[in-house]
C-alpha cells in the first residue's frame, strides 16, 4: 500500500491479556516510530527504530512493552499483563530516513476492560 | 525532559475568522514540525520549520519559528470549516535524537 498501514484498528483486551499490534511502515522507510495517544491528548513517543536496530525505547512505559522489527520492516508493539492504563490509540510512523518527515498509520485503539 | 505546552488548549471561532496557536519548548529545538488531526484521524503532516525566524506560508495557513528556536506558531487566515481539527506541533531536540515531542495540541472548531 502507499502508507502506513496498522492492525488491527481496534481491539479489545480483558486486563491481563497480552496483545500485539502490527504496523506496515510504507516501503522502503528506514526509521519506524511508535506512539501513545490518549484521549484528548498529543501523541507520546515511545519507541524508534533505525532498520532492525531498536536506538531508542526510552518512552516505553514499563517492562511489560516490547517492540520488535527483526528484518527492518514490519514492526509488532506487544503489551503484556494489560491494564485499563494502557487504553489508549497506539501510532506508528514511519520515514524515509532519519530527521526525514514522519508519516503516520491510522493507528489501534486499544480497550482494556 | 523536554516539554513542549501550547495554547490555547481550545478555539472557537466564527466562520471566515482568523486563528492562531502558540506553541512553547522548555528547551531549544533543532526543528519544529506541524500536524493536523481530524476528529477520529490520525496526525497528518502540514510543514517543518528549521531556520530561526522562519516564516512559511501554505495559502492560508502562515507558520513561524522564533527567533531562539523554542517558540512557533500557526496562523490561519478566514477560516474555513474544513480547518476543524486539532493542531499539534512536535519539536525535535538539539542532541540528535530522532524522536517527536508533540505539544498539547490545539482544538479548533468553526461555527458555520
Known amino acids: 500500500g502507499a502508507g502506513v498501514s496498522q492492525s488491527p484498528r481496534y481491539k479489545v483486551a480483558k486486563r491481563g491479556q497480552d496483545v500485539a499490534l502490527r504496523c506496515d511502515p510504507i516501503s522502503g522507510h528506514v526509521s519506524l516510530f511508535w506512539y501513545q495517544q490518549a484521549l484528548g491528548q498529543g501523541p507520546e513517543f515511545l519507541t524508534y527504530f533505525q532498520n532492525e536496530a531498536q536506538l531508542d525505547k526510552s518512552g516505553l512505559p514499563s517492562d511489560r512493552f516490547f517492540a520488535e522489527r527483526p528484518e527492518g520492516s514490519v514492526s509488532t508493539l506487544k503489551i503484556q499483563r494489560t491494564q485499563q492504563e494502557d487504553s489508549a490509540v497506539y501510532l506508528c510512523a514511519s520515514s524515509l530516513a532519519p530527521r526525514n518527515i514522519q508519516y503516520f498509520g491510522a493507528g489501534t485503539r486499544l480497550s482494556v476492560l | 525532559g523536554q516539554q513542549v505546552m501550547q495554547i490555547p488548549q481550545y478555539q472557537h471561532v466564527q466562520e471566515g475568522e482568523d486563528f492562531t496557536t502558540y506553541c512553547n519548548s522548555s528547551t531549544t529545538l533543532s526543528n519544529i514540525q506541524w500536524y493536523k488531526q481530524r476528529p477520529g484521524g490520525h496526525p497528518v503532516f502540514l510543514i517543518q520549520l528549521v531556520k530561526s525566524g522562519e516564516v512559511k506560508k501554505q495559502k492560508r495557513l502562515t507558520f513561524q519559528f522564533g527567533e531562539a528556536k523554542k517558540n512557533s506558531s500557526l496562523h490561519i487566515t478566514a477560516t474555513q470549516t474544513t480547518d476543524v481539527g486539532t493542531y499539534f506541533c512536535?519539536?525535535?531536540?538539539?542532541?540528535?535524537?530522532?524522536?517527536?515531542?508533540f505539544g498539547t495540541g490545539t482544538r479548533l472548531t468553526i461555527i458555520p
Open positions: 512536535a519539536g525535535k531536540s538539539n542532541f540528535g535524537n530522532e524522536k517527536l515531542t
